[in-house]
Protein backbone atom coordinates (compact mmCIF):
# COMPACT_ATOMS: atom_id res chain seq x y z
CA UNK A 1 0.00 0.00 0.00
CA UNK A 2 2.60 2.58 1.04
CA UNK A 3 4.48 2.14 -1.96
CA UNK A 4 1.27 2.69 -4.20
CA UNK A 5 0.59 5.67 -2.54
CA UNK A 6 3.87 7.26 -2.54
CA UNK A 7 4.06 6.18 -6.46
CA UNK A 8 0.60 8.33 -7.12
CA UNK A 9 1.08 11.42 -4.80
CA UNK A 10 0.77 14.48 -6.78
CA UNK A 11 3.00 17.34 -6.37
CA UNK A 12 1.00 20.77 -4.99
CA UNK A 13 -1.31 18.52 -2.94
CA UNK A 14 -1.92 17.36 0.56
CA UNK A 15 -1.13 13.78 1.31
CA UNK A 16 -3.37 11.29 0.95
CA UNK A 17 -5.52 9.92 4.18
CA UNK A 18 -3.74 6.84 5.22
CA UNK A 19 -0.25 8.87 5.53
CA UNK A 20 -2.04 10.70 8.42
CA UNK A 21 -4.53 7.48 9.64
CA UNK A 22 -2.40 4.33 9.32
CA UNK A 23 -0.55 3.00 11.84
CA UNK A 24 1.15 0.62 9.30
CA UNK A 25 2.50 4.04 7.65
CA UNK A 26 3.23 5.59 10.86
CA UNK A 27 5.84 2.19 11.87
CA UNK A 28 6.99 3.12 8.43
CA UNK A 29 7.27 6.95 9.23
CA UNK A 30 10.04 5.89 12.34
CA UNK A 31 11.86 3.20 10.17
CA UNK A 32 12.62 5.34 7.59
CA UNK A 33 12.47 9.27 8.93
CA UNK A 34 13.28 9.01 12.70
CA UNK A 35 15.69 6.16 12.65
CA UNK A 36 17.75 6.85 9.77
CA UNK A 37 17.52 10.78 9.70
CA UNK A 38 19.14 13.70 12.29
CA UNK A 39 16.33 14.45 14.33
CA UNK A 40 16.14 17.43 16.71
CA UNK A 41 16.31 16.01 20.49
CA UNK A 42 16.67 19.19 22.93
CA UNK A 43 19.25 22.16 24.12
CA UNK A 44 22.49 22.43 25.18
CA UNK A 45 21.09 23.93 28.04
CA UNK A 46 19.29 21.26 29.48
CA UNK A 47 22.46 19.48 30.65
CA UNK A 48 24.46 22.28 31.72
CA UNK A 49 27.20 20.68 34.12
CA UNK A 50 28.71 16.85 33.89
CA UNK A 51 25.97 14.70 34.84
CA UNK A 52 22.99 16.74 33.94
CA UNK A 53 20.56 14.20 31.26
CA UNK A 54 18.17 14.02 29.17
CA UNK A 55 15.87 11.24 27.67
CA UNK A 56 14.52 11.69 24.52
CA UNK A 57 11.84 8.60 23.27
CA UNK A 58 12.32 8.12 19.37
CA UNK A 59 9.04 5.40 19.25
CA UNK A 60 10.27 2.34 20.66
CA UNK A 61 13.83 3.79 21.49
CA UNK A 62 14.93 5.44 24.34
CA UNK A 63 17.86 7.67 24.25
CA UNK A 64 20.44 9.09 26.87
CA UNK A 65 22.12 12.20 26.46
CA UNK A 66 24.03 12.99 29.24
CA UNK A 67 27.16 15.72 29.84
CA UNK A 68 30.37 14.12 30.48
CA UNK A 69 33.48 15.09 32.95
CA UNK A 70 35.09 16.45 30.22
CA UNK A 71 32.09 18.93 29.34
CA UNK A 72 31.32 16.70 26.10
CA UNK A 73 27.70 15.82 25.09
CA UNK A 74 27.33 12.16 24.55
CA UNK A 75 24.38 10.15 23.70
CA UNK A 76 23.49 6.07 24.20
CA UNK A 77 20.48 3.80 24.06
CA UNK A 78 18.83 4.32 27.67
CA UNK A 79 19.38 0.25 27.68
CA UNK A 80 21.00 -1.91 30.35
CA UNK A 81 23.81 -4.31 28.34
CA UNK A 82 22.79 -6.75 31.66
CA UNK A 83 19.29 -7.98 30.23
CA UNK A 84 18.01 -4.84 28.32
CA UNK A 85 16.23 -3.00 31.17
CA UNK A 86 15.85 1.14 30.96
CA UNK A 87 18.69 2.75 33.15
CA UNK A 88 16.84 6.42 33.31
CA UNK A 89 12.93 6.34 33.58
CA UNK A 90 12.62 10.37 34.17
CA UNK A 91 12.59 12.94 31.52
CA UNK A 92 15.87 14.92 32.90
CA UNK A 93 17.84 14.83 35.89
CA UNK A 94 21.62 14.85 37.33
CA UNK A 95 23.70 11.49 38.58
CA UNK A 96 27.08 11.13 39.35
CA UNK A 97 26.75 7.44 37.17
CA UNK A 98 24.82 5.40 35.16
CA UNK A 99 23.60 2.98 37.58
CA UNK A 100 21.00 0.79 36.45
CA UNK A 101 17.90 0.16 38.69
CA UNK A 102 17.63 -3.47 37.81
CA UNK A 103 21.15 -5.34 38.97
CA UNK A 104 23.09 -2.02 39.52
CA UNK A 105 25.34 -2.29 36.46
CA UNK A 106 27.55 0.70 36.57
CA UNK A 107 28.47 3.11 33.43
CA UNK A 108 30.65 6.11 33.55
CA UNK A 109 29.56 9.21 31.56
CA UNK A 110 31.68 8.06 28.89
CA UNK A 111 29.20 4.89 28.57
CA UNK A 112 31.72 2.61 30.31
CA UNK A 113 30.64 -0.45 32.21
CA UNK A 114 32.73 0.09 35.47
CA UNK A 115 31.41 -2.05 38.15
CA UNK A 116 29.18 -5.81 37.57
CA UNK A 117 28.79 -7.96 40.04
CA UNK A 118 28.65 -11.43 40.14
CA UNK A 119 29.87 -12.01 36.56
CA UNK A 120 32.38 -14.57 37.17
CA UNK A 121 36.04 -13.91 36.16
CA UNK A 122 35.80 -14.25 32.94
CA UNK A 123 33.43 -11.44 32.19
CA UNK A 124 34.67 -8.73 29.94
CA UNK A 125 33.12 -5.39 31.13
CA UNK A 126 35.18 -3.47 28.15
CA UNK A 127 32.88 -5.47 25.57
CA UNK A 128 29.48 -4.27 27.20
CA UNK A 129 29.69 -0.47 27.55
CA UNK A 130 26.55 1.40 26.62
CA UNK A 131 25.67 1.23 22.85
CA UNK A 132 26.30 5.01 21.13
CA UNK A 133 23.90 7.51 19.35
CA UNK A 134 25.28 9.64 17.02
CA UNK A 135 25.15 13.16 18.49
CA UNK A 136 25.80 16.32 16.96
CA UNK A 137 25.92 20.14 19.09
CA UNK A 138 24.94 22.60 16.65
CA UNK A 139 25.84 26.16 18.67
CA UNK A 140 23.26 24.82 21.16
CA UNK A 141 21.17 22.53 19.60
CA UNK A 142 21.63 18.93 19.87
CA UNK A 143 20.86 16.78 17.05
CA UNK A 144 20.80 12.47 17.23
CA UNK A 145 20.81 9.78 14.70
CA UNK A 146 19.68 6.12 15.52
CA UNK A 147 20.92 4.82 12.11
CA UNK A 148 24.81 2.65 11.63
CA UNK A 149 25.74 5.30 9.11
CA UNK A 150 23.43 8.68 9.52
CA UNK A 151 23.40 11.01 6.26
CA UNK A 152 26.70 12.87 5.59
CA UNK A 153 25.63 15.86 4.25
CA UNK A 154 24.89 17.18 7.85
CA UNK A 155 27.83 18.09 8.50
CA UNK A 156 28.01 20.52 5.48
CA UNK A 157 24.32 22.13 6.48
CA UNK A 158 25.82 22.55 10.02
CA UNK A 159 28.46 24.53 8.56
CA UNK A 160 26.10 27.06 6.47
CA UNK A 161 23.86 27.30 9.61
CA UNK A 162 26.47 28.26 11.73
CA UNK A 163 27.24 31.73 11.09
CA UNK A 164 23.56 32.39 11.66
CA UNK A 165 23.49 31.12 15.17
CA UNK A 166 26.70 31.52 16.62
CA UNK A 167 26.02 35.25 17.64
CA UNK A 168 23.34 34.01 19.81
CA UNK A 169 25.66 31.82 22.00
CA UNK A 170 23.19 29.48 22.97
CA UNK A 171 25.44 27.59 24.75
CA UNK A 172 25.58 30.00 27.43
CA UNK A 173 21.94 29.99 28.12
CA UNK A 174 19.69 28.21 30.70
CA UNK A 175 16.21 27.05 30.34
CA UNK A 176 13.52 29.27 32.03
CA UNK A 177 10.88 27.11 30.87
CA UNK A 178 10.05 23.97 29.04
CA UNK A 179 6.48 22.51 28.06
CA UNK A 180 5.40 19.39 26.38
CA UNK A 181 1.48 19.55 24.73
CA UNK A 182 -0.07 16.74 22.88
CA UNK A 183 -1.55 17.22 19.87
CA UNK A 184 -4.37 14.38 18.70
CA UNK A 185 -3.12 14.47 15.05
CA UNK A 186 -0.75 12.90 12.80
CA UNK A 187 2.82 14.53 13.18
CA UNK A 188 3.04 15.51 9.71
CA UNK A 189 -0.27 17.84 10.03
CA UNK A 190 2.05 19.09 13.25
CA UNK A 191 4.53 20.14 10.53
CA UNK A 192 2.56 21.21 7.73
CA UNK A 193 0.56 23.46 9.81
CA UNK A 194 4.48 24.96 11.57
CA UNK A 195 5.46 25.17 7.80
CA UNK A 196 3.08 27.99 6.68
CA UNK A 197 1.82 31.64 8.19
CA UNK A 198 -1.61 31.47 5.79
CA UNK A 199 -3.64 30.95 9.03
CA UNK A 200 -1.81 32.83 11.16
CA UNK A 201 -4.24 36.32 10.61
CA UNK A 202 -7.02 34.60 11.32
CA UNK A 203 -5.98 32.44 13.95
CA UNK A 204 -2.91 33.69 15.83
CA UNK A 205 -3.69 37.55 17.61
CA UNK A 206 -0.73 37.12 19.50
CA UNK A 207 2.07 35.94 17.07
CA UNK A 208 0.58 38.34 14.48
CA UNK A 209 1.78 41.40 16.77
CA UNK A 210 5.65 40.82 16.18
CA UNK A 211 5.61 38.99 13.32
CA UNK A 212 5.22 40.12 9.48
CA UNK A 213 2.95 37.49 7.80
CA UNK A 214 4.77 38.47 4.40
CA UNK A 215 7.69 36.75 5.85
CA UNK A 216 6.55 33.36 5.08
CA UNK A 217 4.87 33.13 2.04
CA UNK A 218 2.07 35.59 0.40
CA UNK A 219 0.74 36.44 -3.08
CA UNK A 220 1.72 40.45 -4.11
CA UNK A 221 -1.30 42.58 -4.72
CA UNK A 222 -3.58 45.31 -5.06
CA UNK A 223 -4.80 43.98 -1.84
CA UNK A 224 -1.41 43.97 0.24
CA UNK A 225 0.54 46.46 -1.73
CA UNK A 226 0.75 48.71 1.33
CA UNK A 227 1.46 46.19 3.69
CA UNK A 228 3.92 44.46 1.14
CA UNK A 229 5.73 47.92 0.76
CA UNK A 230 6.28 48.34 4.19
CA UNK A 231 7.39 44.86 4.78
CA UNK A 232 10.30 45.22 2.15
CA UNK A 233 11.40 48.44 3.28
CA UNK A 234 11.66 46.76 6.99
CA UNK A 235 13.83 43.98 5.25
CA UNK A 236 16.29 46.20 3.41
CA UNK A 237 16.43 48.67 6.18
CA UNK A 238 17.22 45.95 8.75
CA UNK A 239 19.23 43.74 6.51
CA UNK A 240 21.75 46.72 5.75
CA UNK A 241 22.45 47.38 9.89
CA UNK A 242 22.52 43.21 10.69
CA UNK A 243 24.83 42.71 8.04
CA UNK A 244 27.56 45.61 9.51
CA UNK A 245 27.20 43.91 12.72
CA UNK A 246 28.43 40.50 11.09
CA UNK A 247 24.74 39.55 11.91
CA UNK A 248 24.35 37.20 8.24
CA UNK A 249 20.37 37.44 7.18
CA UNK A 250 19.93 36.35 3.90
CA UNK A 251 17.82 33.05 2.99
CA UNK A 252 19.07 29.97 2.36
CA UNK A 253 16.10 27.44 1.41
CA UNK A 254 17.42 24.06 1.21
CA UNK A 255 14.52 22.27 2.95
CA UNK A 256 13.87 20.02 -0.32
CA UNK A 257 16.89 19.52 -2.14
CA UNK A 258 19.06 17.56 0.75
CA UNK A 259 18.68 15.07 2.61
CA UNK A 260 19.27 17.15 5.59
CA UNK A 261 16.96 19.41 4.93
CA UNK A 262 16.82 23.21 6.72
CA UNK A 263 15.50 26.60 6.17
CA UNK A 264 17.71 29.83 7.77
CA UNK A 265 16.29 33.13 7.25
CA UNK A 266 16.62 36.59 9.68
CA UNK A 267 13.94 38.67 9.15
CA UNK A 268 12.80 41.99 10.59
CA UNK A 269 9.93 42.05 13.90
CA UNK A 270 6.50 44.37 13.68
CA UNK A 271 5.89 47.20 15.89
CA UNK A 272 8.76 47.52 18.90
CA UNK A 273 10.61 44.89 16.51
CA UNK A 274 12.33 43.50 19.08
CA UNK A 275 11.03 40.06 20.45
CA UNK A 276 8.24 37.71 19.76
CA UNK A 277 6.11 38.82 22.89
CA UNK A 278 2.58 40.54 23.47
CA UNK A 279 4.21 43.81 23.08
CA UNK A 280 6.91 43.03 20.82
CA UNK A 281 9.85 44.32 23.50
CA UNK A 282 12.45 42.03 24.70
CA UNK A 283 11.20 39.44 27.46
CA UNK A 284 14.61 39.42 29.27
CA UNK A 285 16.05 42.63 30.09
CA UNK A 286 20.14 40.71 29.85
CA UNK A 287 20.65 39.80 26.03
CA UNK A 288 21.96 37.13 24.14
CA UNK A 289 25.93 36.83 23.63
CA UNK A 290 27.67 39.96 23.08
CA UNK A 291 24.56 41.81 21.69
CA UNK A 292 23.59 45.31 22.79
CA UNK A 293 20.91 46.38 20.05
CA UNK A 294 17.75 45.06 21.18
CA UNK A 295 16.26 44.87 17.43
CA UNK A 296 17.39 42.13 15.64
CA UNK A 297 14.71 40.78 14.54
CA UNK A 298 14.06 37.22 14.51
CA UNK A 299 16.21 34.63 13.18
CA UNK A 300 13.84 31.29 12.01
CA UNK A 301 15.47 27.90 11.96
CA UNK A 302 13.96 25.17 10.73
CA UNK A 303 14.87 21.50 9.98
CA UNK A 304 13.73 18.09 8.65
CA UNK A 305 12.03 16.27 9.91
CA UNK A 306 11.01 17.18 12.98
CA UNK A 307 12.12 20.94 14.88
CA UNK A 308 11.43 25.09 14.37
CA UNK A 309 13.55 27.84 16.45
CA UNK A 310 13.27 31.46 16.52
CA UNK A 311 16.41 33.21 17.74
CA UNK A 312 16.08 37.28 18.98
CA UNK A 313 18.24 39.15 21.09
CA UNK A 314 16.90 38.36 24.10
CA UNK A 315 15.54 34.61 23.58
CA UNK A 316 15.62 31.49 21.50
CA UNK A 317 12.45 29.28 21.90
CA UNK A 318 12.97 26.00 20.05
CA UNK A 319 10.46 23.09 18.89
CA UNK A 320 10.61 19.53 18.89
CA UNK A 321 8.49 17.27 17.35
CA UNK A 322 7.91 13.85 18.71
CA UNK A 323 5.66 11.11 16.97
CA UNK A 324 3.51 8.81 19.30
CA UNK A 325 1.47 6.94 16.78
CA UNK A 326 -0.16 7.44 13.75
CA UNK A 327 -3.11 9.70 15.97
CA UNK A 328 -0.83 11.62 18.66
CA UNK A 329 2.00 13.91 18.44
CA UNK A 330 4.00 15.38 21.42
CA UNK A 331 4.75 19.08 20.59
CA UNK A 332 7.81 20.10 22.90
CA UNK A 333 8.79 24.11 23.57
CA UNK A 334 11.60 25.34 25.25
CA UNK A 335 12.65 28.94 26.15
CA UNK A 336 15.43 29.71 26.54
CA UNK A 337 17.70 33.25 28.28
CA UNK A 338 20.85 34.55 29.14
CA UNK A 339 22.65 31.93 31.83
CA UNK A 340 23.08 34.99 34.23
CA UNK A 341 19.44 36.50 33.82
CA UNK A 342 17.27 36.49 37.20
CA UNK A 343 13.88 35.41 36.83
CA UNK A 344 11.50 38.04 38.29
CA UNK A 345 14.81 40.45 37.91
CA UNK A 346 15.19 40.22 34.17
CA UNK A 347 12.37 38.64 33.10
CA UNK A 348 9.66 36.20 34.30
CA UNK A 349 8.39 33.29 32.99
CA UNK A 350 4.35 34.32 31.97
CA UNK A 351 5.56 36.81 29.74
CA UNK A 352 8.47 34.95 28.11
CA UNK A 353 6.34 32.06 27.27
CA UNK A 354 2.91 33.99 26.45
CA UNK A 355 3.08 34.16 22.99
CA UNK A 356 3.48 30.70 22.17
CA UNK A 357 1.85 29.45 24.56
CA UNK A 358 -1.59 30.89 23.13
CA UNK A 359 0.44 29.69 19.44
CA UNK A 360 0.69 25.96 20.46
CA UNK A 361 -2.59 25.80 22.29
CA UNK A 362 -4.38 27.67 18.53
CA UNK A 363 -2.22 25.32 16.42
CA UNK A 364 -3.14 21.80 18.57
CA UNK A 365 -7.38 23.10 17.63
CA UNK A 366 -6.32 23.66 13.83
CA UNK A 367 -4.01 20.20 14.10
CA UNK A 368 -7.06 18.13 15.67
CA UNK A 369 -9.11 20.02 13.56
CA UNK A 370 -7.23 18.69 10.16
CA UNK A 371 -6.77 15.06 11.91
CA UNK A 372 -10.46 14.70 12.23
CA UNK A 373 -11.04 16.32 8.86
CA UNK A 374 -8.66 13.56 6.97
CA UNK A 375 -10.46 10.65 8.66
CA UNK A 376 -13.76 11.79 7.12
CA UNK A 377 -15.01 9.79 3.48
CA UNK A 378 -15.11 12.84 2.06
CA UNK A 379 -11.97 14.11 2.63
CA UNK A 380 -9.13 14.03 -0.91
CA UNK A 381 -5.67 15.86 -1.50
CA UNK A 382 -6.60 19.24 -1.43
CA UNK A 383 -3.96 22.22 -3.64
CA UNK A 384 -1.09 23.77 -1.45
CA UNK A 385 -0.88 28.15 -2.23
CA UNK A 386 1.97 28.02 -4.45
CA UNK A 387 2.79 31.39 -2.35
CA UNK A 388 1.40 30.81 1.09
CA UNK A 389 1.93 27.02 1.13
CA UNK A 390 5.42 26.71 -0.51
CA UNK A 391 7.23 25.21 2.38
CA UNK A 392 4.66 22.83 3.23
CA UNK A 393 4.90 21.33 -0.57
CA UNK A 394 8.81 21.26 0.65
CA UNK A 395 8.10 19.60 3.50
CA UNK A 396 5.68 17.21 2.00
CA UNK A 397 8.44 16.33 -1.18
CA UNK A 398 10.86 15.73 1.57
CA UNK A 399 9.06 13.18 3.06
CA UNK A 400 8.19 11.43 -0.02
CA UNK A 401 11.36 11.41 -1.59
CA UNK A 402 12.66 10.15 2.07
CA UNK A 403 10.28 7.67 2.34
CA UNK A 404 10.63 6.64 -1.21
CA UNK A 405 14.52 6.25 -0.68
CA UNK A 406 13.76 3.93 2.14
CA UNK A 407 11.19 2.01 0.91
CA UNK A 408 13.50 0.88 -2.28
CA UNK A 409 16.86 0.58 0.47
CA UNK A 410 14.36 -1.89 2.57
CA UNK A 411 13.67 -3.81 -1.10
Known amino acids: MLSALLARRRPGYSLEAPFYLSEDIFEADMEHIFRRHWIFAGVAPQVPEP ?118 RLDDCKVAAQIDIIEEGNWKLTLENNRECYHCMSNHPELTISIYEQGFGYQPGPQNAEGLAQFEHAVNESRARWEA ?71 VV ?10 RTLVRTTWCVHRDAVEGVDYTVDNLTAVWNATNAQDRRLVEAAQSGVASSAYEPGPYSPYAEALVEAFCSWYVDRMRAGTTAAR
Open 51 to 168: GDYITVEVGADSVLIVRDDDMNLRAFHNVCRHRGSRLCQDHQGSLGNIVCPYHQWTYDLEGKLIHADHMGEAFLREQHGLKKVHLRNLEGLIFICLADEPPADFEEAAARMRPYLAPH
Open 245 to 315: MGLPSARIEELDTRVSGFRVQRLPLDRAGQSQTLNAEVACKKLLGNFEDKALGGLSVWTQPNSWHHFMSDH
Open 318 to 327: SFSTIPLSAG
